[in-house]
C-alpha cells in the first residue's frame, strides 16, 4: 500500500509527450516496470492547446474529469464528474484542434492482454532518439525523407516499435468505443453492514472484473477498502493510516490488501480497479491468457 497526497506533488512538463500541446504533470504513482501489470496515475491539466489524433493503445485507461471539459468527437464528451474507460485496442478521439483548458486525474495501466505499459523513461528515451530521424507533428510522427520504415505513424506506435524492436500489434477491442460514465445518474446505495457508507456500482469491466466504483462516506464512517487499483479522494477530510486524507490524497493498493479511512467530514471517492496480475496471466485450458483481471 501506498498513499500520496496530490497537493503535495510538483507539476512537470511535457517531456517524453509524444502528442501536440502543453500538458502540466504530476505523477503520483508507478508501478514495477517489469510487471505485465505495469501502472502509472496523476493529475494531468491541459492548457488548451492539446491536439491528439484518433489513436489507440495497447494498455487500459480511466479517466476522472475534474474540470473543463474532454471532447473525443463521436466518442463523447467528458465533462465535471464523469469517468471514462479506455479499453486496449480500442480506437478514440481525436482531440482538438480547440479544447478547453482542463484537470484530468489518468490511470493507465497494463490490462488483459498482458501487454503491460511504458514507463516515461522508456518514452523519452525512445522519443530521444526518433527526433534524430523525423519529427512528431500533431501527435504523429513523421521521418525524415530517405529514413527506411514507415513515413507517418501514430506517436504512441512509434515509441512502442522504437523501445520494443519489432511491430505493435494491438490487442483484439473488447469494446467498440470508450465507455463514459455520468455518476449523477447512479443511486447511492448503502454498503450492507457498515455505517454511513454508500457505493454506486459504476461498472465491472471483462470477465475477470476491473472495478470502478464512487463511495460517500458520512462523519465518523469508517471505510475498509481492499483489492488492487487507486482510491482518490474528490472532497472531504479524514484520517488513514496515521495520515490526515484531503481532496486528492491517493491510494494504491495490491492484490490481497486492504487500507482504512475514517471520515472527519462528509467524503466522496472514487476507486479506479486494475487486472490482479497473477489472475490476468494464468493460462485458460485452451492456452489463451485471461482477457482481465479484477
Not at 491528439?52 to 479517466?63: A, D, E, L, M, T
Not at 514507415?150 to 524492436?165: R, S, T, Y
Not at 473488447?174 to 455505517?195: A, F, I, S, T
Not at 456500482?201 to 470502478?212: G, S, V
Request: net charge neutral.
Amino acid at each position: 500500500m501506498k498513499i500520496v497526497h496530490g497537493d503535495e506533488v510538483p507539476v512537470v512538463g511535457n517531456g517524453e509527450g509524444v502528442r501536440s500541446g502543453n500538458v502540466g504533470k504530476q505523477f503520483l504513482f508507478f508501478g514495477d516496470p517489469a510487471s505485465p501489470g505495469n501502472f502509472k496515475f496523476g493529475l494531468f491539466r491541459q492548457y488548451g492547446d492539446f491536439f491528439s489524433p484518433r489513436h489507440r493503445h495497447n494498455f487500459c485507461q480511466f479517466r476522472v474529469q475534474i474540470e473543463g471539459e474532454c471532447d473525443f468527437a463521436h466518442d463523447g464528451k467528458m465533462t465535471p464528474g464523469v469517468i471514462g474507460y479506455f479499453p486496449e485496442g480500442t480506437s478514440y478521439g481525436p482531440q482538438g484542434p480547440d479544447v478547453a483548458p482542463s484537470y484530468v486525474a489518468t490511470l493507465q495501466f497494463g490490462g488483459p492482454s498482458g501487454s503491460g505499459l511504458l514507463t516515461t523513461k522508456q518514452l523519452a528515451d525512445a522519443k530521444s532518439e526518433l527526433v534524430k530521424i523525423g519529427v512528431f507533428e500533431k501527435g504523429v510522427f513523421r521521418r525524415n525523407p530517405g529514413v527506411p520504415g514507415k513515413k507517418n505513424m501514430d506517436g504512441f506506435e512509434a515509441v512502442w516499435e522504437q523501445v520494443n524492436g519489432r511491430e505493435l500489434v494491438y490487442p483484439p477491442p473488447q469494446y467498440n468505443r470508450p465507455v463514459l460514465m455520468d455518476p449523477k445518474g447512479y443511486r447511492w446505495m448503502p454498503v450492507e453492514g457498515v455505517y454511513g457508507v454508500e457505493e454506486k456500482a459504476l461498472a465491472t469491466f471483462t470477465d475477470c472484473k476491473i472495478r470502478c466504483a464512487s463511495y460517500r462516506l458520512l462523519p465518523d464512517a469508517d471505510f475498509k477498502a481492499e483489492g488492487r487499483g487507486i482510491l482518490l479522494v474528490l472532497s472531504g477530510r479524514g484520517s488513514i493510516e496515521g495520515q490526515t486524507f484531503r481532496r486528492f490524497t491517493s491510494v494504491y493498493l495490491d492484490s490481497g490488501e486492504t487500507v482504512r479511512l475514517k471520515a472527519s467530514e462528509g467524503s466522496e471517492l472514487v476507486l479506479l480497479g486494475m487486472p490482479d496480475v497473477a489472475r490476468m496471466m494464468k493460462q485458460q485450458p485452451t492456452g489463451v491468457s485471461c482477457q482481465a483481471a479484477e
